[in-house]
């Protein structure tokens, strides 16, 4: 099986979560098998190699991605924490999500001015955590690279926040 074939045969779909009415996406039974989860990371690096300075990982399930890529291609790693987890001097975006609203922070400081950062995450819906992510990146003094992930739920307008950016996904499906 290619990478796509086996998110698809690894991934599960539970309606009405977290809410009635999402069709909810899960990968973790992407990221529990090794096989599986190992083709992810590949593939994204693949990907964007030679493009990226460092990795940024949307809190939480971003996070999975971004360490274990991160570490694969000897990048720095940057997390995107939800509100009010990080301390000290942070900078901090409100975004809508499906099924919600949220903040997300990043600490300035941590990386060279400039840096090409990639931004990862499982799920791509709203595109509203990306396009956070990407406007706290850039506040910061960096530029974004790209952003990569597993699985896209295509209709929700997404490429249109995303307009400019570099967006790789390696699953695309209706919403
Ligand atoms: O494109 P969007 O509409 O922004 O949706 C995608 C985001 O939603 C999910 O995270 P969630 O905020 O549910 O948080 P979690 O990873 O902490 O469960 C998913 O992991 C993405 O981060
Ligand atoms: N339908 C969905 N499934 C999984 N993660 C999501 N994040 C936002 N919408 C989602």
Redesign the pocket.
């Known amino acids: 099986m290619n990478v796509s074939e086996l998110v698809l045969e690894r991934s599960d779909t539970i309606p009405d979560f977290p809410k009635p009415g999402i069709v909810f996406r899960d990968l973790t039974p992407v990221f529990a098998d090794a096989d599986a989860f190992a083709a992810v990371i590949d593939d994204l690096a693949a990907r964007f190699s030679g493009r990226f300075d460092a990795v940024a990982g949307?809190?939480?399930?971003?996070f999975l991605l971004a360490a274990a890529l991160a570490y694969a291609a000897h990048k720095p790693l940057v997390a995107v924490r939800?509100g009010g987890k990080l301390p000290g001097d942070v900078l901090s975006e409100d975004?809508a999500?499906?099924y919600g609203s949220?903040t997300l922070e990043i600490k300035p400081g941590q990386l060279a001015a400039g840096s090409r950062v990639l931004v990862l995450?499982?799920?791509?819906?709203?595109?509203?955590?990306?396009s956070a992510a990407a406007r706290l990146i850039e506040r910061a003094g960096y530029s974004v690279a790209g952003m990569g992930l597993v699985l896209e739920l295509e209709g929700?307008g997404?490429r249109d926040k995303l307009a400019g950016y570099d967006v790789y996904a390696i699953v695309a499906e209706p919403a």
């Not at 949307?58 to 971003?62: D, F, L």
């Not at 995450?121 to 990306?130: I, N, Q, R, W, Y």
């Open positions: 949307v809190e939480a399930r971003g939800k975004y999500l499906e949220a995450d499982d799920v791509l819906a709203t595109g509203g955590s990306c929700l997404a």
